[in-house]
């Protein structure tokens, strides 16, 4: 019989008791949607497969997340598992450091725009006028001072107020530095501010 056609009770025994299935075996019959074996497996790699995931996440609570993801990655994708290239544990040892180093990534990503922002605002008081501008003024009126805006500010205040866009994303749009961009939107922003007769 087939490897993936076994089940727990005919894996062979030995003295009348019964074998203790492999990893590869387990992996066979959780292809097969058998929720025992993948209660099985669970306990067999649960212990390597969390320590790895700890030695490359490090947090506690992120590792213990990212178990609970390849767990349900092994059972969802059990059937792409070919015993013809390696062996169960390999095959799920590969998916855990992939899955690891992708939320270290995914953290360090997380973290540098955070900084990025941080290091912006300090540096941009004319997003306070935007709020104002905002709250107060209905958009009849915005769409008329806009009008008097030079046309690099109007698609600058446009591009990031408006559409959602990010000031390297209007830059990179526009095909301007950053720096210009910065500087026409905030230029905008005032004459906006003024042509609606926002204080503050």
């Known amino acids: 019989m087939p490897k993936r056609e076994r089940s727990l009770q005919s894996i062979p025994r030995d003295d009348d008791r019964p ?35 700890r030695r490359v996440v490090r947090d506690q609570a992120q590792s213990e997340e990212v178990f609970q993801e390849v767990m ?27 899955r690891a180093v992708d939320r270290v990534r995914s953290a360090q990503a997380a973290t540098h725009r955070e900084d990025h922002v941080a290091r912006l605002d300090p540096a941009r008081p004319f997003d306070e006028v935007s709020e104002q501008v905002d709250g107060r003024i209905e958009q009849r009126q915005v769409r008329r001072c806009l009008s008097f805006l030079t046309d690099l500010q109007r698609e600058s205040v446009v591009l990031a107020y408006y559409q959602g866009y990010s000031y ?7 095909g301007l530095p950053l720096g210009t961009v910065k500087t026409r939107m905030r230029d905008g922003l005032i004459r906006l501010r003024d042509c609606m007769g926002v204080t503050g």
């Open 168 to 174: 390297p994303e209007v830059a990179s749009l526009l």
């Open 19 to 53: 074998a203790e299935p492999t990893a590869d075996d387990l992996l066979a019959l959780v292809a097969r949607g058998d929720e025992t074996a993948f209660e099985r497996l669970y306990d067999v790699v649960s212990s390597s497969v969390f320590g790895l995931i």
């Open 72 to 98: 349900l990655e092994v059972w969802r994708t059990a059937t792409r598992f070919d015993p013809g290239k390696g062996s169960a544990n390999t095959w799920i040892l590969t998916l855990t450091h992939r």
